[in-house]
């Protein structure tokens, strides 16, 4: 079945810094990538939109210089939380439409952000 | 816009019980597909059960199945003979079909599920 391999799994960084996250498709190619924000206990909050080639599409409100994400094949999207602060810490996850785009969604297993 | 409700935070079950959770969805949209999705707490996301809405019947997964009502734009999860792993978080989700914006999904609030043994 189609899977998403998401890295890495969890991270800790320090204000100020930048942290990239990596999503996979690894026996299909993932022409659309979406990337979540869920906080614990909430639901998933979609922050923009990756086309494999082109630049991402970005939801109201969601900061583009902040969380810049690069969909350069159609195998690997990244998302860079750039000058982290506490308030980015948060749970990542993306997800793409799976071999069958009618189907379902395939979700990466997420990322878990804590910036101290 | 569409968007999805689940009013239920919370519920709750007893193991071998059945439990059903509500979703409703609001959308001018005649063609979508309508989703569950549960989220145990490994929080991988995993798909649990799918609705075309131009199907009358309602789908079934095994002790999973559907009430899916168009008219009402209700969608509900019915989970029978309930597990100790059906425990997780369950999202509702719409998607349009065709269109620009047809991959997006939405998600509800989610309802937490807690079953007993």
């Known amino acids: 079945g189609a899977v998403v391999s998401q890295h890495p799994s969890w991270v800790i960084c320090k204000s100020g810094t930048s942290v990239k996250i990596e999503c996979r498709s690894l026996d299909f190619q993932a022409t659309t990538m979406f990337w979540y924000r869920q906080f614990p206990k909430q639901s998933l909050m979609l922050m923009a939109t990756?086309?494999?080639?082109?630049?991402?599409?970005?939801e109201q409100g969601v900061e583009k210089d902040k969380f810049l994400i690069n969909h350069a094949s159609l195998t690997l999207s990244t998302l860079t939380v750039t000058s982290a602060h506490p308030e980015d810490s948060s749970f990542y996850i993306c997800s793409t439409e799976g071999i069958r785009r009618d189907y379902g969604y395939t979700f990466g297993s997420g990322t878990r952000l804590t910036v101290v | 816009a569409q968007t999805v409700t689940q009013s239920q935070p919370e519920m709750s079950v007893q193991e071998a019980e059945t439990v059903t959770l509500s979703c409703t969805y609001d959308?001018?949209?005649?063609?979508?597909?309508l989703f569950w999705y549960k989220q145990p707490p490994s929080r991988q996301m995993i798909l649990v059960i799918r609705?075309?809405?131009?199907?009358?019947q309602n789908a079934t997964e095994n002790r999973f199945s559907v009430n899916f009502q168009k008219a009402a734009k209700s969608f509900s999860l019915k989970i029978s003979d309930s597990q100790l792993g059906d425990a997780a978080m369950y999202f509702c989700?719409?998607?349009?079909?065709?269109?620009?914006?047809?991959?997006?999904?939405?998600f509800g609030q989610g309802t937490i599920l807690t079953v007993h043994p």
């Open positions: 609705q075309e809405a131009y199907k009358q």
């Open positions: 959308t001018s949209e005649s063609d979508y597909y």
């Open positions: 989700a719409y998607r349009r079909r065709g269109g620009t914006s047809y991959g997006k999904l939405t």
């Open positions: 990756s086309n494999e080639g082109s630049k991402a599409t970005y």
